[in-house]
């Protein structure tokens, strides 16, 4: 999960993240600790794909700022029928890599990209569920929001998830988007969007 600067932890080494459910429930996987990176919250994670339930088993997911590659693993585990994360990250991505031939997984994709360019340029397929957690404060949500929309990355009613800084009613997003569900949790909003 992306966080304002305030709460990055800059120092090197490993953190730790525990899938909540699903195939690989209660299994603990490592991530590199970097500046802005640390996974969704179990708490958060879990209320979401409580939210989430009936749509996530056999769904084509899309991580865009994976990080830790919390809610992806997630997804995954609870049957997700392919998943693409991307990152800029090369520390990020090469951790995930690791994790996901620890579970076996064969349905996971994986790849180091800067996101925009990657929705610009790439032949777009329609995800149902997106999860769009970028770093604080770069004005990464909404462009990246316009792009999944205008590009053709979603199906018609695909589900997208945004964590952001500011309240969930001062993001521009599609039009076509109807606000769901909606949180605060510290710091961060997040929000469960259904594409109309």
């Known amino acids: 999960m992306a966080t304002p600067p305030q709460k990055s932890r800059a120092h090197g080494g490993q953190g730790q993240l525990r899938i909540i459910g699903g195939e690989w429930r209660s299994r603990k996987l490592a991530f590199p600790e970097a500046p802005g990176l640390r996974p969704t919250p179990d708490r958060v994670r879990e209320t979401l794909f409580n939210w ?66 990657y929705l610009e340029t790439q032949t777009p397929l329609a995800f149902d569920l997106v999860f769009l957690d970028p770093p604080f404060h770069q004005n990464l949500l909404a462009p990246t929001c316009a792009l999944l929309e205008t590009k053709g990355w979603l199906a018609a009613n695909a589900w997208v998830y945004t964590e952001s800084e500011t309240p969930p009613s001062s993001l521009q997003l599609p039009g076509n988007w109807r606000l769901h569900r909606e949180k605060k949790a510290g710091q961060v909003y997040y929000a469960l969007w259904q594409r109309g």
């Open 52 to 117: 989430l339930t009936p749509y996530v088993a056999g769904a084509k997911v899309l991580d865009a700022f994976a990080g830790s590659g919390a809610l992806y693993l997630e997804a995954l585990s609870r049957g997700a029928s392919m998943g693409l994360a991307l990152d800029a990250n090369a520390q990020a991505i090469a951790s995930l890599r690791h994790n996901l031939d620890l579970l076996g997984c064969s349905v996971g994709q994986l790849l180091q990209s800067d996101v925009t360019r």
